[in-house]
Structure formats: C-alpha cells, structure tokens
C-alpha cells in the first residue's frame, strides 16, 4: 500500500524547514492541507524519520515545547536544537515569535 498524499505531503514540508527553526505539528498539518491531523504528523514522524532523514527535532508543539518525555529523546531533541542555534525560555520552551517558521508568501505550499 503506497503513502498519502497528505502524507508525501507532511514529509516534503518537514524537510523544508530550514536549520534554526521549528514549526509545530499542528502547522505541519495544516500546510499538508488537514489542520486537524496534527496526531497524524506525529505518527508520520514515528514512522518515517529515519528511513525519510527527517530533520525530526524541528517539530514541536503548539505551546513551542518539546512533546517527547525526559529520558525518552527529550534530551536528544533539546541537544539537536541548541546545536542548530534555537535558545530555550527558562520554562524549557521555544519563543516561537522568534523560531517558527512558515514558508513565505514566494513559496507556493502545492510546491511542499
């Protein structure tokens, strides 16, 4: 059974967002043309990271934190972030004023 297009989709979008910035699983979604499927972002990242060399670590949650627990690749993702320049509030999250990234009005999201 082959992909989706929402998936094939997700994984173009993914891959496009730059070093140094993060996008949010429920914006991934919406790009993806379903703003309700942020669950379904999150499993396409579970899936495809590795086999698809997804930069996974620049998808985090709405509120700009990491989703995954402590001693469970929360480290991981924080290292991989800090080493792409990405700061982190006291509270452990991202100003996302600063580090969200959407593609601009140039790039046609048909392209993603």
Known sequence: MGRT?????????????PE???CSYGKVAALAGNPRAARQVVRILHNSSEKEELPWQRVVNREGLISLKK?????????????EGIEFCLDGSIDLDAY???????T?????
Do not use: C, D, H
């Open 71 to 83: 001693g469970q690749g929360y480290e991981r993702q924080r290292e991989l972030l800090e080493r």
């Open 100 to 106: 969200l990234w959407m593609p601009g009005p140039a």
């Open 20 to 22: 140094g910035q993060v």
């Open 108 to 112: 046609n999201s048909e392209e993603l």
């Open 5 to 17: 297009v929402f998936t094939e989709r997700v994984i173009r979008i993914i891959k496009a967002i």
